[in-house]
């Protein structure tokens, strides 16, 4: 079975400096997608970034990017010049093409410090 | 474009009552997910339909839950009877097949007291 695994319960980051999540996964797929979602205090689930497994280039999203490693099975998301809005709890999911196993890593709660 | 709903947005049972959550998903997307997210945990699937068939449901506990999207459209996800452990938010997302829809959309979903 596919895991997903953030080994960071929670991160902070000052306002305006850059900060890395981490996100390790299991799979025995070669075809895959991978996503980082965001949900704030509100509990709205917002899709930031996705990349497709078949992709080598990393996926960037504005002030968002990925540093995809598939060999690794690694998909850490980047954050530059963080702001406050950007406080939430980070998920890092996968799922296969068909769209079943969609799975959901634990989370990390990104403080965002003035 | 409307996103996901979801009704109602809080609901407080005591145990062993009923309850049921509606969802209606974004026009056109024929797939349509349950998620069920304890307090400090990602969300877990419960079910996934496609129009009005069941894809997977291996990690709904049929003893107590069911789900139906009779239409093809709009989902109830249903508790009966409630336990304690039930408390949680229930997310509704859905997702277009058209084109290799790759991305999922989520309601604000459903709180969930037990008490």
């Known amino acids: 079975a596919q895991t997903v695994t953030q080994s960071q319960p929670e991160m902070s980051v000052q306002e305006a400096e850059t900060v890395t999540l981490s996100c390790t996964y299991d799979?025995?797929?070669?075809?895959?997608?991978l996503f980082w979602y965001k949900q704030p205090p509100s509990r709205q689930m917002i899709l930031v970034i996705r990349?497709?497994?078949?992709?080598?280039q990393n996926a960037t999203e504005n002030r968002f990017s990925v540093n995809f490693q598939k060999a690794a099975k690694s998909f850490s998301l980047k954050i530059s010049d963080s702001q406050l809005g950007d406080a939430a709890m980070y998920f890092c999911?996968?799922?296969?093409?068909?769209?079943?196993?969609?799975?959901f890593g634990p989370g990390t709660r990104l403080s965002v410090l003035p | 474009e409307a996103g996901v709903a979801q009704s109602p947005r809080y609901k407080i049972i005591e145990k062993r009552q009923s309850v049921a959550f509606w969802c209606n998903p974004i026009s056109g997307h024929a797939t349509l997910y349950w998620y069920q997210q304890i307090l400090g945990q990602g969300p877990k699937l419960l079910i996934q339909?496609?129009?009005?068939?069941?894809?997977?449901d291996s990690q709904l506990p049929k003893d107590r839950f069911s789900a139906e999207r009779l239409k093809g459209v709009d989902s109830t996800l249903k508790i009966q009877p409630a336990k304690l452990e039930d408390s949680a938010v229930y997310l509704c997302?859905?997702?277009?097949?058209?084109?290799?829809?790759?991305?999922?959309?989520f309601g604000p979903g459903t709180r969930l007291l037990v008490l």
């Open positions: 997302a859905s997702r277009s097949i058209a084109g290799g829809g790759k991305t999922q959309y």
């Open positions: 799979t025995s797929e070669s075809d895959y997608y």
């Open positions: 990349q497709e497994a078949y992709k080598q």
């Open positions: 339909f496609q129009n009005n068939g069941v894809v997977d």
């Open positions: 999911a996968y799922r296969t093409p068909g769209g079943q196993n969609f799975v």
